[in-house]
T-cell receptor, first 111, second 116 residues
Framework: DAKTTQPNSMESNEEEPVHLPCNHS???????IHWYRQLPSQGPEYVIH???SNVNNRMASLAIAEDRKSSTLILHRATLRDAAVYYC????????????FGKGTLLTVNP | GAGVSQSPRYKVAKRGQDVALRCDPI?????LFWYQQALGQGPEFLTY????????KSGLPSDRFFAERPEGSVSTLKIQRTQQEDSAVYLC??????????????FGDGTRLSIL
C-alpha cells in the first residue's frame, strides 16, 4: 500500500483556519485520497475524499497538489469540536477497499 | 437516520472466556468491515464482508477470531479463549458500495474490550 506521512500534532486557535498537510509521494494514478477524523471515545468519521481535483464539502476542503504527491485538508474556521486525530489515507479502486490508518495528526484547538 | 450501531459499548471478560461483539450496519449497506484499535494507535483492518460473503479475513490475528454476517446485515465478531493482548477497541464500519476505493466508510463508536 502507498504510505502517507503526517505531522504528529498541530495546534490551532478557535475560529482560525487550519491546514493539515499530508505527503504521499508514492501515490499511484488510481489512489483516492481520503481524510477521516476521530474524536475521543468515538469511531472514525469520514471527512472528505478526492482523486485529482480540489474538493469542498460542508465539513472541509481538500487541496490536492498538481503532482498528487501531497494534499492539504483545510478547516476554514476551527471550533473546539474539531479537536481530533486526523488521518490521511490512500485507497485505490478495485481490491484496495480496506483503510490503512497511520498514526494521524492530533489537532488541538485552543479557545 | 441511524448510523452504525455496536453492542455492547464496553465488555469486560476474564482471560479464557469467549466473547461476541455485535454490529448493526447502516440499512442497505453492502460492505461491512471490522477493525481493531489498540490504545494510542490507528485502527487496523481485521476482515471484510460483501453482503454475507466474507471476502477478506487476512487481518484476523489468530484462529481464535471468527466473524460472520449470515444474512448480509448484522455481523458478529467472536473471540474464543480470550487473552490479554485482545484488549482493544473493536470498530465496525459499513459502506454502500462493493470493493470501490472511493466509497466512504461509516464507523460505529466501537466496543471497548478489556480482558482481565
Amino acid at each position: 500500500d502507498a504510505k502517507t506521512t503526517q505531522p504528529n500534532s498541530m495546534e490551532s486557535n478557535e475560529e482560525e483556519p487550519v491546514h493539515l498537510p499530508c505527503n504521499h509521494s508514492t501515490i499511484s494514478g488510481t489512489d483516492y485520497i481520503h481524510w477521516y477524523r476521530q474524536l475521543p471515545s468515538q469511531g472514525p468519521e469520514y471527512v472528505i475524499h478526492g482523486l485529482t481535483s480540489n474538493v469542498n464539502n460542508r465539513m472541509a476542503s481538500l487541496a490536492i497538489a498538481e503532482d498528487r504527491k501531497s494534499s492539504t485538508l483545510i478547516l476554514h474556521r476551527a471550533t473546539l469540536r474539531d479537536a481530533a486525530v486526523y488521518y490521511c489515507i490512500l485507497s485505490s479502486g478495485g481490491s484496495n477497499y480496506k483503510l490503512t490508518f497511520g498514526k494521524g495528526t492530533l489537532l488541538t484547538v485552543n479557545p | 437516520g441511524a448510523g452504525v450501531s455496536q453492542s455492547p459499548r464496553y465488555k469486560v471478560a476474564k482471560r479464557g472466556q469467549d466473547v461476541a461483539l455485535r454490529c448493526d450496519p447502516i440499512s442497505g449497506h453492502v460492505s461491512l468491515f471490522w477493525y481493531q484499535q489498540a490504545l494510542g494507535q490507528g485502527p487496523e483492518f481485521l476482515t471484510y464482508f460483501q453482503n454475507e460473503a466474507q471476502l477478506d479475513k487476512s487481518g484476523l490475528p489468530s484462529d481464535r477470531f471468527f466473524a460472520e454476517r449470515p444474512e448480509g446485515s448484522v455481523s458478529t465478531l467472536k473471540i474464543q479463549r480470550t487473552q490479554q493482548e485482545d484488549s482493544a477497541v473493536y470498530l465496525c464500519a459499513s459502506s454502500l458500495g462493493n470493493r470501490l476505493g472511493n466509497q466512504p466508510q461509516h464507523f460505529g463508536d466501537g466496543t471497548r474490550l478489556s480482558i482481565l
